[in-house]
């Protein structure tokens, strides 16, 4: 193996050269009720200014980084990576985390889920053409999977996608896509050959999402804000080379993406769930609860299981880190996290009564139905509860298959 053309030492000087250029170190704050946000949600609730402005921000941050060599340290130089073991990664994640910088929220799916999958199945030309700009924050992807009928039983997609010389013709609805309406591109699974079994007649592309043909919806969330679309594709020409994979080989790169879903939901579980929980905390002893020991035990409760998600949640990144695949472990880390989103949910339910659902204007009050009405959307989002216990009793416990109608 040859050695990095840099060593560790000379890289973290260099990243911390770039950083306290370019942003603000991070004071760590104690928090306590009453101050700070009076936000407490699952999923973003913001206008359309709003959001526009926070991809703006990401876009500028991520172009800043990239250009100084920080932003796609590990991928392949012949696609604008830098070609670094992923111990340089760990070090620059690790520093910035040191400093305020804009979120990245609205890249994630792109840089999660769609570069991988690009990585591993496009053809030369889309290689060259997107994964440089996804990294650098010139555009952002979104992910058109599920469909009105068609979200855990993903084989059945309806969309069709017809050749037509060098292009393929997209028709049909997609739904629930996150980050539509500011997304440049889309990986999108289409029907290519409706005689074919269900998972045998599936072909995978990249659409341009400014291309005639397409129309993104908002969806309103019962919370108020509008994170999610429905996207209609009416004759959308696709260029050939646009295609992921192999012709009627879409379900192959499905799991890819859906495994790096997982692994993107359910690694991030390591420090999640902990904001809240000390906010709980703060509500408890704002409200005089904390020595009731029902309360304490609930509490306690939850904070164990938060710990052990997290280690759980390490586990299967270290393995990941060590080059090896995700594996069902990132199931369970994405049941963790979901259960214990409920358990955060009921507990300040709990505490709160009636004071979660009428507001009184009382600050960190009201504010958790916006948390308690975003959890389910979690439990839905990248595999319901149900469809990953499944993979659990099927993939890791070794159960019987469920019966399955389909052919
Ligand atoms: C916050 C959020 C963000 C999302 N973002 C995206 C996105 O960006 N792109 C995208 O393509 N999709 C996205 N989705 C859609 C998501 O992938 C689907 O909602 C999900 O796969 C479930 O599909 P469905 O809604 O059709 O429900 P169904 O599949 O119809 O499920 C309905 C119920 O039946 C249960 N069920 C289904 N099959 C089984 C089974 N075999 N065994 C036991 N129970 C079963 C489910 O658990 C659920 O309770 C998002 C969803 C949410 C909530």
Redesign the pocket.
Known sequence: MTSPPISEEEFAARARHFLEANAEKRVARETSFGEGPDEVSV?PERTPEEDAAEVRAAKEWAAKVFDAGFGWITGPPAYGGGGLPGSFQRIYSKLEAGYETPSQAPRL?GLGMIAPTILAHGTEAAKKAYLRKLWRGDIIA?????EPS????LAGVQTRAIKDGEEWVLSGQ?V???GAQYSQIGEIICRTDPEAPKHKGLSMFIVDMEAPGVEVRPLRQMTGGAS?NEVFLEEVRVPADHLLGEENGGWTVALTTLMNERAAIGGGGAGAGVGPAHRLLDLMRHLGLQEDPLLRQEYADLWVNLQVARWNSERALSKMRAGQLPGPELSTAKLSLTENMRRTAELAARLLGPRIIADTGEWGTYAWSKYLLGVP??R????????MR?IVAERVLGLPK?PSASK
Do not use: P
């Not at 979104?142 to 599920?146: D, I, R």
């Not at 068609?150 to 039983?153: I, P, T």
């Open positions: 999923l799916i979104c992910q058109l999977f599920s068609h979200g855990s039983d997609k629930w896509t996150s999610f959307g979690m839905i989002a990248g595999g319901t509860d149900e469809v499944n469920e």
